[in-house]
C-alpha cells in the first residue's frame, strides 16, 4: 500500500494526537502556580475524615489536619484528595465531588 506525502503527514499527526491524549497527565500539570512551588503538592497516601467533619490527610511524608471549616477547597480534576504542604501548612487543598 502506497500513501501519498499528505496521507502519510495525516497519519503521523492522527497518532501524534491519539498517543497525546491517551497518555496519563502528571499531577503536577494541572496544580495552579500559586499552589504548588515544584514538588509540595501530591495526592493523598492516606485519608482519615473525623466524626467533626475535619481530615487527616498524609502526603509528602507529612500529615496534615484539615479543619471542617476549610473554605478553599479547590475541584480535584481526578476525584482525589491533594494537598499543597508548605512548612507544614497547606497552601491548597483538591477534593472531588462527595469527597
Known amino acids: 500500500m502506497r500513501f501519498n506525502a499528505t496521507t502519510l503527514v495525516m497519519l503521523l499527526l492522527l497518532a501524534g494526537t491519539i498517543a497525546f491524549i491517551g497518555a496519563p497527565a ?3 500539570d ?3 502556580k500559586e499552589c504548588c512551588g515544584g514538588g509540595d503538592c501530591a495526592p493523598a ?3 482519615m475524615r473525623r466524626e467533626d467533619g475535619s481530615y487527616i490527610v498524609m502526603a509528602l511524608g507529612t500529615s496534615v489536619l484539615i479543619p ?3 473554605n478553599q477547597w479547590k475541584i480535584s480534576p481526578d476525584g482525589r484528595i491533594h494537598v ?3 512548612e507544614y501548612l497547606i497552601s ?3 477534593r472531588g465531588p462527595g469527597v
Open 30 to 32: 494541572w496544580y495552579p
Open 84 to 86: 499543597c504542604i508548605g
Open 45 to 47: 497516601d492516606y485519608v
Open 68 to 70: 471542617a471549616d476549610y
Open 92 to 94: 491548597c487543598a483538591f
Open 26 to 28: 502528571r499531577a503536577h
